[in-house]
């Protein structure tokens, strides 16, 4: 019982020391919106206006990382970190960070696609 709970603190502090920080979650963003982009040939040309309206905040952003900076905010529990994205005017939980590493969650993808198909019209 000893070495379970040994091994859970080890686990715990290695992953607050190697929580990831907004940097990186705002980069995972940006690249899972470049490459779903990307995959799907739409994004070309003025990339990063469209970019910015594919997360319906395209007006008056001049660059990804302005966007960014104004839309992904990372809410941090210690020993993993979320992801939050502003979507809609509100905050919506889209990935996690964890050992210095940030995944996102498939709903990022479909809700991307949502807004590609719009654009296209």
Do not use: C, R, W
Not at 1 to 30: C, W
Not at 51 to 74: D, H, Q, R, S, W
């Amino acid at each position: 019982m000893k070495n379970n709970l040994f091994f859970l603190l080890l686990i715990a502090l290695i992953g607050v020391f190697t929580n990831p920080s907004l940097e990186k979650h705002q980069a995972a963003v940006a690249e899972k919106v470049n490459e779903l982009g990307n995959v799907n040939g739409e994004v070309d040309g003025d990339t990063l206006k469209k970019l910015g309206a594919l997360l319906g905040e395209a007006i008056g952003l001049n660059t990804m990382e302005k966007y960014l900076n104004n839309n992904v905010k990372v809410e941090d529990l210690k020993v993993i970190s979320l992801t939050k994205l502003k979507i809609n005017g509100t905050y919506k939980t889209v990935g996690i960070g964890a050992f210095g590493k940030v995944f996102l969650f498939d709903d990022v993808k479909s809700y991307i696609d949502e807004k590609l198909d719009g654009l296209k019209e």
